[in-house]
């Protein structure tokens, strides 16, 4: 019997693949970012787990990594310490936490305060130029210690080392695909920090009615922020911070729900 061969038909062929190579890359790359994406979630609720246990004490002990981090306090400002005053008479008066805040003052044009670990309050100049109030001064300190009572410092710093070493591990911290994973992330984290920053409003909105009787300046803070710094409707799902606007009227609907009163607002003399 002849053996004749029959024709090769090229797209019977099962050797090659009839996907584009770049669709199968991108495929694969997107494949890999979920991937890592899910277990960065799974990992951020471990986290979520282990903070609340974390005690005082060691909290103390990670302060240190920050060191390098926080202005020395040898030469204390006039502005510094009448901040510092008024977040201690605020932890004495109306908040029952485990710290001994420490408020350094920062130069920087960025309009903005930060929590970090071991109850050091950062404040930046900047923000200090937008302030026109003491009512709106103790807000925004009370905003930042909302931060301690949640532990949400904590919350960042964990999620924030568990990136750093899956990352770092799996491709290096210069890589390309890091890069791409930690924009992906980012995003992911930005819900957590939403929330973060809605509780510490209403943190901060109990602690100064608190203080003063009232909730008056509460939210001129926000008033004041310039509007190319404000997320606004559609940049608030691809930022830290809720929008302005947004912020403004859950206070004000929450102080209606509660009955705060709205009274005369104390100057700031200090600045």
Partial sequence: MKFTPRQADPEANVNVTPTHPLKELAILLGGLVGLIVGAYILLGFLVDIVVPRISHETEMQLAGLFVGMVPEREDVDEKTRALQELTERIQKQCVNLPY????????????NAMAMPGGHIIVFTALLEKVGSENELAFILAHEIGHYAHRDHLRGFGRAMVFMTVSAALFG???????????ALNLTEMSFSR???TWADEFAQDAVNCYYGHVAGGTDFFNNIPKERDPGKFGHYFASHPENQRRIENLEQRARLNGFRIEKKKALDIF
């Fill in 100 to 111: 001994t805040f420490n408020v350094h003052v920062r130069k920087s044009p960025t309009i």
């Fill in 173 to 183: 911290a210069d890589s390309g695909v890091s890069r791409i994973v930690g924009q």
């Fill in 195 to 197: 929330d973060q920053e």
